[in-house]
Nanobody, 130 residues
């Protein structure tokens, strides 16, 4: 049984930092691309960042470039999202997801669509106060 469990959500002031973690089990972690998505009230779920199986290729949506950093630890089966310089518009439920699709260097401009992700976590709330 595949499980993706996010942690690290909470309330943070604008300009602050927060780190999210995703613990994965029940799947060959080192064979999956992982992504972070977010969904704000009344909006569609959007891709925030993604990381290849080796960690050598990453994708970020334009609005978080330079502020968020995705990383993975293949020995501990975890994926992290370091969020700095947070803004109120970053407020959303953040989801960890896994896909068997490879994230190639040619895909760093658009990432992998949410419909291609097979496994999803339950989500963790990030609220950024102004």
């Amino acid at each position: 049984q595949v499980q993706l469990v996010e942690s690290g959500g909470g309330l943070v002031q604008a300009g602050g930092s927060q780190s999210l973690s995703c613990a994965a089990s029940g799947l060959p972690f080192g064979s999956y691309t992982f992504g972070w998505f977010r969904q704000a009230p009344g909006k569609e779920r959007e891709s925030v960042a993604a990381i290849s199986v080796s960690g050598g290729v990453t994708y970020y949506t334009e609005s978080v470039k330079g502020r968020f950093t995705i990383s993975r630890d293949n020995a501990r089966n975890t994926v992290n999202l370091q969020m700095d310089a947070l803004k109120p518009e970053d407020t959303a439920v953040y989801y960890c997801a896994a896909t068997g699709r490879a994230l190639m260097k040619s895909m760093t401009a658009r990432g992998i669509g949410k419909n291609d992700y097979r496994y999803w976590g339950q989500g963790t709330q990030i609220t950024v106060s102004s």
